[in-house]
């Protein structure tokens, strides 16, 4: 059964997602704000701080929801591929996902390989 409170919650949570009637620009606010830390000197450490950046700003944000499903997981590699600096390791990330390594475009774990 579906209570008041539940209703209300998820009303809430809608409201809070979306300021001045509008759906934020989840793929221009992410990138501003999912970035590399370029001065951590080993590689890998860099990656797994942008992940986990990338899932703190994602729970700040209340977006969760965008990222659910086959459809959000692929969105959300998306994003990460996008956000990647240098310019160059993002051309090679997307290079690499689109003809070797496929299942990064919709897998967390193999983009975080690929990277």
Known sequence: ????????????????????????????????????DMTESHVKERVMQF????REFIEEQGWQEFFTGKDGLRLKCKLLVESLQPRGLREEVATTVKYQARSAKEDEK????VI
């Open 51 to 54: 992940f986990a950046r990338s």
């Open 1 to 36: 059964m579906v209570t008041d409170e539940f209703i209300l919650g998820k009303i809430d949570e809608i409201i809070s997602s979306v300021k001045n009637n509008s759906v934020p620009d989840v793929s221009v606010l992410f990138k501003e704000n999912v970035v590399v």
């Open 110 to 113: 193999e983009l975080f390989k």
